[in-house]
């Protein structure tokens, strides 16, 4: 049994805790929230026994073995990195950080604490991605890969309203790319590795992020094409062109119908059948990997954490979209 803490009572945290309760090894025992009257709340809803209004009370605590961090994208580092010195094991929400720099010490803290880190982005763990990665060869050499994720908020209303919430608030290392944009490029990385070359653009808005933008990279005899947005809805789906095929994508960010349309006009459905639960997976991998020692994901492994932040830090260097959090780091963090 892993007896896990949560960090977040938002609904992202809610749908975790759904997906991993169907997981006999799981079990929630702790919950952190910044207000004592939303962590009563939050541990009436979900049979919590242990709540937290400090977070290195909860971290110390010999009430939990992990802990599920889905805090704003600004505090991830301090928090799993406070974790990990604990000696408890890290599942954080995507993006894993603000920045590389901060990935690369979180990645620092994992091993010198020889706990399990690992990001929390479900797509590349899900049975139609792994799908994907078993019939890829039948499309032969592969020359484009385009992903595409463009889901207008609810939130920019409140924003065109003069309301800035933490989605649009670079305070907390949001915006486009980092919430939605990493949904196309962590699967693209996760892969083909990490491109040669990074050209972005993106349209960014008065509170300092980005509110769309796109991404062109550059392979070895291929490249990539992927765009996000928070501020427009798009409704054609990504795919994977080869020379002998395409394999075809309904949703970059948890596909349930995946094909290959080969050039002589047959198609082959290699769609999997998936939990409705989506995130189920990512749970699953995390508590496996700590039952068995292991100390990191294959698909979700350090080194594809590092390279998808590298790319959006080259990108956001390009487009001028600048943290807080960056200008922060210390150059020895």
């Not at 409705?276 to 292991?294: V, W």
């Amino acid at each position: 049994m892993i007896r896990f803490g949560v960090i977040g009572t938002n609904w992202i945290t809610e749908a975790f805790i759904e997906a991993a309760r169907q997981l006999a090894d799981f079990q929630l025992t702790a919950v952190y929230s910044r207000t004592e009257e939303k962590a009563n709340e939050f541990a009436a809803k979900h049979g919590i026994t242990h709540i937290f209004t400090d977070l290195e009370a909860m971290a110390s605590s010999d009430q939990i073995d992990a802990v599920y961090i889905a805090s704003p994208n600004s505090y991830h580092a301090a928090q799993a990195i406070m974790y990990m010195n604990h000696g408890k094991h890290v599942l954080c929400e995507k993006p894993l950080a603000s920045n590389a720099r901060e990935v690369q010490a979180m990645i620092k803290a994992a091993n010198s604490n020889n706990v399990v880190l690992m990001e929390a982005l479900k797509s590349t763990l899900l049975p139609n991605f792994i799908s994907i990665q078993q019939h890829l060869h039948k499309i032969g050499p592969v020359r484009r890969y385009f992903a595409s994720y463009c889901q207008y908020s609810s939130r920019y209303d409140a924003y065109k309203q003069g309301t800035i919430l933490n989605a649009f608030n670079p305070v907390y290392s949001n915006g486009a790319l980092m919430d939605l944009g990493i949904y196309c490029l962590y699967p693209m990385i996760g892969l083909f590795g990490k491109p040669d070359t990074v050209q972005a653009n993106a349209v960014m808005l008065d509170s300092g992020v980005d509110g769309e933008g796109s991404i062109l990279l550059k392979y070895e005899g291929m490249d990539a094409v992927v765009m996000y947005s928070k501020i427009t809805n798009s409704y054609v789906p990504s795919e994977i062109q080869g020379e002998n095929g395409s394999i075809i994508m309904n949703k970059i960010s948890e596909p349930d119908k995946v094909e290959i349309r080969y050039r002589d006009g047959s198609v082959e459905d290699i769609s999997q059948p998936q939990n409705n639960s989506t995130m189920f997976y990512e749970a699953e991998e995390f508590i496996n990997l700590i039952k068995s020692g292991k100390l990191e994901s294959v698909n979700n492994a350090h080194a594809n954490s590092i390279a998808v932040m590298e790319v959006m830090d080259q990108a956001r260097r390009q487009t001028g979209l600048i943290y807080p959090a960056d200008t922060a780091m210390t150059s020895d963090s």
